[in-house]
Each structure stands twice: as structure tokens, then as C-alpha cells.
């Protein structure tokens, strides 16, 4: 099993050859490593992905686990390379690149021991493309295209015929999601992701022509997460996040019948991935307690069996803050949801809060292990709120709507509508209010800066867009057409008009709390120009800004010696201006 963790500076490969056995690094780079699959046939090499400084221009690299030799399998430029996919022979691989001119993420396949052999098989327009599976024969492919969080689309590419054939359900009522795509064994059915006629995403079967439409789990009342295929092809893993918990499930492809898998540990399921020719597979694990591990699970005698344990630096895992679920009426009486996680007990009185607004916006904040937060709730004593505002993924794309466009401002509401819910909690100081997030977070936390001024007593912003029009202008081609759906097309005179008057950086006038600016000088998604252009602003109206960007960083902080830097920095400014 290969996994990923940090030693050094930046998280590496390593290398188990059993459960709880010695880690065995097998990289060591200044740059994170990012992904990896092994070959599938006798495990003698590997495909990884690495960027440098953050820019994420991933490039493929074959390392070989006899001589240790990698070798650059891309074209080593401005081009974003992933989405691998093995076929059927275990021959070639299918990845998507940007190289073809830096936006559109065209379809190749190749021969990883030969990069000579790499080809276009299919060429695209949009940044959203991705192979989810190869046809038996290896002759067809089935793509996705990705255009926003509420629709995707599933193709069946012919590359003989160099053909592409729309398939699944479609709505002439609302956009619909249909992904992650996968044949079956024999090649007549395809199985899917969809939300056709529902406010969740369910699991679905239909012909390979598109043809005869099955929902498979109709009963489910939550979104189905991800999904995968045992090389057989009989059973398919599925998983399903029941407010912040995962359940995993197991379906048999020829009965269609499915149950939840009993003994799985109660927390945060992901990166389920069949173990070939076996029953078996792993999965990444943690809660609030545990830090993230790996574990594997036999589907035979339902044994729980973990790989990897995670050193907590001296801390009691059961002595941690434990989640809770909290609701709060928004502006307009929709229910709003979140995590709160408390102080330690050993503070007395009203306490200070953070409310950490999680990026997307199409993300969900989970209950999730706290790492490096704790030391503010065990050490400094104050209490984190993550919210789950409209917009957040997870409680049916009724609700990821409701921020969309012109409604974008009703997301910044909802964190109104939380602060006066804290000023009702006795255990809470609501004289005391931090808002910080990144990315989208990042724009809530100024927003938030601007609306409710009179209402927190400082912010931090970490990689945040300032202006959405320059956003829109500036942040990398591949990326452009997805934002756009979300946060509204500029090129529209209307819409730019609207983006332009509800920026942070035009109501900069009215932010009168100190703010804390991180960012990364090679940011591909929200550049440097929003952090620079909102802290001059700031600064020549006299504000109380700081301002920390790393030049060797992307969208945010991976490097253990700027994190380090970073959480430093956010603690001197707590303890300066939320603390006292």
C-alpha cells in the first residue's frame, strides 16, 4: 500500500508492506506529492503527480520500485495533468492535460513505460473533463463533464470512431448531475451518480446506450460520495454522509441489492479503494478525536483491521473537544446548520469564538480531527463554530442554489444570523468574534468584515477574492467558465456591475476591525493581486492590517515551515486582538 504523510517538511510517499508495519519513504521532494496508483498487474512502478511552488501544474512521474528511478512522463510545463485512469489490459493509462493550450482539458492515453506513445484520443472544450472508466474492450470511454456543482454530464466516446454519445437522464426542468461513470463487467450497463428528479444524488443503473433508467437506491435521503468497482465487477462500494457521518455501503451488481457494512468506524470515511482479487479494501478514517489513519476492511467476516497510526505529540485524544451539531434560523427562517466545537473545560466564563467558514463555496464543513486548532480551544480557550451556510454541498441542491448569483450576499446573512445566535448562549462571548476562512472562506471573512463591523473583533483572510471582477479576469483559464456559474458572468454588463458593487474591495471603507491577510505568491486560483490589492486599500485608509504571503505557496500554506509560520502569526494576532 502506498500512502501519504509528513515527516520533513512537505508530505511524501511511503511505502507499507503491512498492516502496522515500518513506513518506508520512497520520495523526497521539496514539493508535496500529491496522488499516486500503482500498476495493477505486479506493482512494479508508480504514477504520481507534483507540482512546484503550489501552482498546480501537475506533471506525471513513473517511479520504479526496483531501481528507484523516476522518469517525467508529461510535458514539464504550464499544463495541468491528471484524472489517471488505467485500462482494462492494465496497458495504458487515460489522463486529461491542459497542454493543448493551457484552458481546455483535452483526453490522452499513453504507455507509461513509453511516454513516446502518448496520444490525444479526444479533444474538448472546457476545464471540467475527466475519464471515469474504460469499456471492457478498451475501445470506449465513458467522460465527464463537470460544469458546475449542480450539473454534469456522462459521454460514451467511441475513440474508432472518434464519436461521443450524451447518456443518461436529463431534465428540461433544472440542471441535473450525472458522474462518476462506470461500465459493467459485461459492458451492457453503465452505473452512475445522478440527481434527476431529486434533491439528492443517488446511485443509478442504465443500459450502455443510455437506455432504461434504474435508481438503485430511491430509499436514501442524503447525497451519495464516492464509489468504487472491485475488479470483478460484482460489487460496488459506495458511501453516503449522514449529517457530517459516513456510512459505507456495499451493492451486489446482479441482485441490486445493497446494505449499510456493520463495524465501520463512526466518523469520516474516505479514499475507499478495493484491494485486487480480494474482498478487501481500504479506506482513510478520522473524527474528532483521531487523526486521519488508514484502515482496510474484509467484506467476509466484517474484521476492521488499521495500517497506519498517526503520533498525536503528547496529546489525549479523549480529553478533545467533541462535536456538536448546532441549527440557527437564517435571515429568511432557513435553517442554517453547523459544528461547535468547545473550549476547554478548564476556562471559566464566556468564552471567545471563531467562526471558520470552510472554501467552495460548494464545500461542507465535517467533524473532522482539529490538529493544530485545538491549541486555541485546549490552550487559549476560545471556541470554533463551522457553519455550514447555504451554498454548502451535502443537504440536496435545493440549498447549493441559494447563493448563486445575485443571491450571493445571502450567504454573508447567514453568518449574521449566527452571530446574534451566539449572543443567546450563555457559555459564549459575543463581544469576541473572530470570522476566518479561505478561498471563498476567505471572501465570507471579508464580506463579513464589511457587513457586520460593528459586530466582531477581527478577521483573517487566507487566500480570499477581494473584487470577484478581477478574480474573474485573473485566475487561470482552465478554471474561468466553472466560476463564472457560480458567482455570475462578468462579461455581462449587469452582472459586473452587481460583482463590482457587492466586492470587499469597494466597501473596503466600511471594514473597521483589525484583519489578518495570508496568501500565496503562486496562487493559480485566486491570485496574489486580491491580497495585495486589499491590503494597499486598507492600508492607505488607515486600517490595522498584517499581511503574510509565502512566495513558495499556491492556495494556501502545505510547507510544514510556513504553516508553522502561519499558525504562529495567527496566534500573535488572537492574542492581541480577540483575546483581550
Keep these: 500500500m502506498l500512502v501519504s504523510t509528513r515527516f520533513g517538511n512537505t508530505p511524501q510517499l511511503h511505502y507499507l508492506s503491512m498492516p502496522m508495519g515500518a513506513r518506508k519513504q520512497i520520495t523526497f521532494f521539496d514539493e508535496p506529492v500529491s496522488g499516486a496508483t500503482f500498476e495493477p498487474v505486479s506493482g512494479n512502478y508508480f504514477i504520481f503527480s507534483r507540482d512546484a511552488g503550489g501552482n498546480e501544474f501537475g506533471q506525471l512521474y513513473r517511479y520504479d520500485m526496483k531501481s528507484g528511478n523516476i522518469t517525467l512522463l508529461t510535458d514539464g510545463g504550464r499544463s495541468q495533468n491528471g484524472n489517471i ?14 497542454k493543448r493550450n493551457g484552458t481546455d482539458r483535452d483526453v490522452y492515453v ?3 513505460l513509453d511516454p513516446a506513445t502518448t496520444s490525444m484520443v479526444c479533444e474538448v472544450k472546457g476545464g471540467g473533463w475527466a475519464v471515469t472508466d ?6 470506449k470511454l465513458i467522460l465527464q463533464e463537470s460544469l458546475s456543482v449542480n450539473e454534469a454530464n456522462l459521454y460514451v466516446y467511441d475513440m474508432e470512431t472518434k464519436t461521443r ?4 437522464p436529463v431534465s428540461k426542468k433544472e440542471q441535473v448531475v450525472n458522474s462518476g461513470g462506470r461500465f459493467s463487467k459485461d459492458g451492457k450497463y453503465i452505473f452512475f451518480v445522478t440527481d434527476a428528479d431529486n434533491e439528492y444524488r443517488r446511485l ?3 443500459n450502455a446506450d443510455g437506455t432504461d433508467l434504474k435508481i438503485i437506491t430511491p430509499g436514501l435521503k442524503w447525497d451519495i460520495g464516492s464509489t468504487d468497482m472491485n475488479e470483478e465487477g460484482t460489487k460496488i462500494l459506495f458511501t453516503v454522509s449522514e ?3 459516513t456510512r459505507v455501503y456495499l451493492l451486489d451488481v446482479a441482485t441490486l441489492k445493497y446494505e ?3 463495524g465501520m468506524p463512526t466518523g469520516i470515511i474516505g479514499g475507499i479503494s478495493w484491494r485486487p482479487g480480494s474482498n478487501e479494501f481500504a479506506f482513510s478514517y478520522n473524527s474528532a478525536r483521531v487523526n486521519a489513519d488508514v484502515y482496510s476492511y474484509n467484506c467476509d467476516n466484517g474484521k476492521t483491521e488499521r495500517w497506519t497510526e498517526s503520533e498525536l505529540g503528547g496529546i489525549v485524544s479523549n480529553q478533545l473537544s467533541e462535536a456538536e451539531l448546532i441549527k440557527w434560523k437564517g435571515h429568511d427562517e432557513l435553517e442554517i446548520s453547523g459544528f461547535y466545537f468547545k473550549p476547554n473545560k478548564k476556562f471559566e466564563g464566556k468564552r471567545p469564538v471563531i467562526i471558520m467558514i470552510h472554501g467552495g463555496p460548494e464545500g461542507q464543513s465535517l467533524p473532522v480531527f482539529q490538529s493544530r486548532n485545538n491549541y486555541f480551544m485546549e490552550e487559549l480557550g476560545v471556541a470554533i463554530i463551522y ?13 447549493v442554489k441559494l447563493d448563486n448569483g445575485y443571491m450571493r450576499e445571502h450567504s454573508v446573512k447567514d453568518i449574521g444570523a449566527l452571530i446574534d445566535w451566539i449572543a443567546t448562549r450563555p457559555d459564549l462571548d459575543a463581544s469576541r468574534i473572530m470570522v476566518m476562512g479561505g478561498s471563498y472562506g476567505g471572501y465570507m471573512s471579508l464580506a463579513v468584515s464589511v457587513h457586520y463591523a460593528d459586530k466582531i473583533r477581527c478577521a483573517v483572510d487566507v487566500v480570499g477574492i477581494s473584487n470577484f471582477n478581477t478574480f474573474l479576469k485573473n485566475t487561470e483559464s482552465y478554471r474561468r467558465d466553472l466560476r463564472r456559474v457560480e458567482y455570475g458572468d462578468e462579461r455581462d454588463p449587469k452582472m459586473m456591475a452587481f460583482l463590482e458593487d457587492i466586492s470587499p474591495l469597494t466597501n473596503a471603507a466600511r471594514i473597521k476591525k483589525p484583519l489578518l491577510i495570508v496568501q500565496g505568491g503562486n496562487d493559480p486560483r485566486v491570485p496574489r493581486t486580491e491580497a495585495e490589492q486589499m491590503y494597499n486599500t486598507l492600508v492607505s485608509q488607515g486600517n490595522t492590517v498584517w499581511y503574510l504571503e509565502a512566495s513558495d505557496e499556491g492556495h494556501g500554506f502545505r510547507k510544514k515551515n510556513n504553516v508553522d509560520f502561519q499558525f504562529y502569526v495567527t496566534i500573535e494576532f488572537m492574542k492581541k486582538f480577540l483575546i483581550p
Design 260 to 262: 449499510e457494512l456493520p
Design 165 to 168: 454519445k450524451p447518456v443518461g
Design 204 to 206: 443509478a443503473r442504465m
Design 85 to 98: 485512469r488505467w485500462n482494462n489490459s492494465r496497458t495504458k493509462i487515460s489522463y486529461t492535460s491542459t
Design 134 to 139: 474504460w469499456a471492457p474492450d478498451d475501445r
Design 387 to 399: 457553519p455550514n451556510v447555504r451554498g454548502s454541498t451535502g443537504y440536496g441542491k435545493t440549498f
Design 110 to 112: 499513453m504507455n507509461p
Design 243 to 245: 449529517a457530517g457521518i
